[in-house]
């Protein structure tokens, strides 16, 4: 009998598509199983539908931000680690922080820092 390794799915939530593709290509070539949404509210009605290993979402998104998209995730029975993304510092990232955001990832990102979050979060 074959046994089947589950692989790791990743949800990234941004609404630029040069970021969400770009970290999408990374996630992928690193093995891992990658949806994209463009806006929080798709992201988190994907969470509450399907498993996900991990969350990328951007704090500054069109609908909702990325800090009512954490608040939504961590009051689900199981919620999967999230990593902020912004592109400029500012009060929002020390909030989500605070909330139980594993950390955040700064943009434009760098792979070595990626590579590093996926290392502490999913080997």
């Excluded at 593709?21 to 891992?32: A, C, F, P, T, W």
């Excluded at 998209?69 to 510092?89: E, H, I, N, Q």
Aim: aromatic share 4%.
């Amino acid at each position: 009998m074959e046994r089947r390794i589950k692989r790791q799915r990743v949800l990234v939530i941004d609404d630029e598509p040069v970021i969400r593709n770009l970290l999408s290509d990374v996630l992928r070539e690193e093995g891992l199983d990658v949806v994209t949404v463009t806006g929080g509210e798709e992201g988190i009605e994907r969470v509450r539908e399907e498993e996900f290993d991990l969350v990328f979402t951007d704090i500054h998104l069109a609908d909702v931000n990325g800090i009512e998209v954490l608040k939504a995730l961590r009051g689900l029975r199981r919620c999967p680690p999230v990593v902020l993304m912004d592109s400029y510092p500012d009060g929002l990232v020390e909030r989500g922080l605070s909330l139980g955001a594993w950390g955040c990832l700064h943009k434009p990102f760098e792979l070595y820092r990626l590579r590093a979050i996926l290392e502490d979060l999913i080997g």
